[in-house]
């Protein structure tokens, strides 16, 4: 059974920063490409940054230089450390892995991310 549990999520004044978690388990952690995705109020779920198995990165480009994926493949955890933080990142953060070659794709729950003062 596959599982992705994000936590990290709240309040925060905007400025502030937050950094996501995401543990995996039922997957070969390694070998799958890791996202962060949200999706605000009335909106469409986008796509905020991607890491590839071979850590290749890609940014939304609302965020690029604030936010920042990284992995750690022994933890099977993938994590989003959000900096300077806007109002307008106030959203549902999902977990995402995506195995291409298989068309593997799961989801987590999702973590709320208030930015307000």
């Known amino acids: 059974q596959v599982q992705l549990v994000e936590s990290g999520g709240g309040l925060v004044q905007p400025g502030g920063s937050l950094t996501l978690s995401c543990a995996a388990s039922g997957i070969t952690f390694s070998g799958y490409a890791m996202g962060w995705y949200r999706q605000a109020p009335g909106k469409q779920r986008e796509m905020v940054a991607t890491i590839t198995s071979g850590v290749i990165t890609n940014y939304a480009d609302s965020v690029k230089g604030r936010f920042t994926i990284s992995r750690d493949n022994a933890k099977n955890t993938v994590y989003l450390q959000m900096n300077s933080l806007k109002p307008e990142d106030t959203a549902v953060y999902y977990c995402?892995?995506?195995?291409?070659?298989?068309?593997?794709?799961?989801w987590g729950q999702g973590t709320q991310v208030t930015v307000s003062s």
């Open positions: 995402n892995a995506n195995l291409l070659r298989t068309g593997h794709n799961y």
